[in-house]
């Protein structure tokens, strides 16, 4: 190809250049100034020169996070046929009736997609109508969590540094942008009230929103994600639920995220250990004691303890707590302690015939569904 240059005034683009550089080296010092008095300065947390974010590169995070939920990413037009998603490619879709082609009769009896309208027969059949209610009752739980949980992971893009963890927390943007409609359609599909957040919720995800800084990583990755875990794990195997399987594969990565990214940029000695961090960690935990009571009524409909529940959850909070170093007030044997201390006071108020019980030593929640 022949290109012709055109002929420009050399001294007119010299001059250009040194305007430009007594610019550019005015407005950075300038903002290097503000952001060191907390003024303002440069709001961006981007190395245009390097050409990364701060931080670096990091490709480990990158690798373990953003390329695995691209290769892991599912799409609803597959799992969930009785939906309204058509996110399937072309090739995709190609791909699936081939592999369809392939199965004997038996088989693709037992693959046959559901409609909306037969899902929704399916789930008649399966539920008595209290049942229906209790299950979209505690999904809503995860639902209202999942809108909020779009809203702090893309809060929290301005946070971290290092292109593989922005790269990594852009793909739990997407997820939870995918979860929270995916689901919404699912819960919908019961055909049942839909409630609104209970002053538990509302209080908890709150608070998780207005966490300033990497501690959003705590209320969201640690707290919320590990409910939703609990949640997903007790209802997967119901009938017409069991996209929950993909729902939890994706949770599973987000616990991870903070595990992965401390290990890469380490909390200083001080955000671990803070007394007022510490305590405001305390606080946000604090919300799901009463939640888990608001339950109570749903879990038992499905044959499930909630304070069993409850106990699973907050043994996992612990754990993610620890691996990631977010240090509470009391070590996890005062937590548990306190936690038991709790739970057994207030069954032995409401239940008759009580026997103090170790919640939080319960190695599995199993639901159990009763006759449709």
């Given amino acids: 190809m022949d290109i012709v240059a055109r002929q420009v005034s050399s001294r007119v683009a010299s001059v250009h250049r040194h305007i430009e550089s007594a610019a550019n080296r005015f407005f950075r010092w300038r903002d290097a100034v503000l952001k060191g008095l907390h003024l303002g300065g440069r709001k961006a947390p981007y190395n245009d020169e390097g050409y990364e974010f701060e931080g670096g590169a990091r490709d480990g995070i990158r690798k373990k996070h953003y390329d695995k939920s691209l290769r892991l990413l599912w799409k609803a037009e597959k799992h969930a046929s009785w939906s309204s998603f058509r996110d399937c490619s072309k090739s995709e ?5 081939m592999s369809e082609k392939t199965l004997s009769d038996v088989e693709r009896k037992h693959l046959k997609r559901l409609e909306s309208r037969e899902f929704k027969e399916l789930l008649d059949r399966s539920y008595t109508l209290r049942q229906k209610q209790a299950i979209v009752n505690l999904l809503l739980g995860v639902g209202h969590g999942e809108a909020y949980a779009w809203l702090v992971s893309a809060e929290l893009l301005n946070e971290i540094k290092s292109t593989g963890a922005r790269a990594a927390l852009t793909m739990q943007v997407f997820e939870e942008a995918k979860h929270f409609v995916v689901l919404r359609e699912l819960i919908q599909a019961f055909g049942v009230e839909t409630r609104r957040q209970s002053a538990w919720e509302y209080m908890f995800m709150e608070n998780v929103f207005k966490a300033e800084g990497l501690e959003k990583f705590f209320g969201m990755n640690v707290l919320v994600e590990a ?70 009524q749903d ?30 007030p009391m070590h996890d044997a005062g937590m548990t302690s306190m936690l038991n201390l709790v739970f057994n006071s207030y069954c032995s108020l409401t239940r008759t015939g009580h026997d103090w019980r170790d919640f939080a030593a319960v190695p599995g929640v199993q639901a159990v569904m009763g006759a449709a």
């Fill in 93 to 97: 879709k190609l791909l699936m009736e």
């Fill in 299 to 328: 879990f038992a409909e499905l044959g499930v303890d909630v304070f069993d529940f409850g106990g699973s959850v907050v043994k996992r909070i612990l754990k993610l707590a620890a691996r990631a170093g977010f240090l509470l």
């Fill in 227 to 296: 409910i939703a875990l609990g949640i997903f794990g007790v209802m997967n195997d119901f009938p017409g639920l069991e996209i929950l399987h993909l729902f939890h594969l994706d949770e599973s990565r987000h616990t991870a995220l903070p595990v992965n990214y401390f290990k890469e940029f380490p909390m200083s000695w001080w955000q671990k250990n803070s007394p007022v961090s510490r305590l405001r960690r305390f606080y946000l935990i604090l919300p799901v004691v009463p939640l888990m009571m608001y339950f109570e």
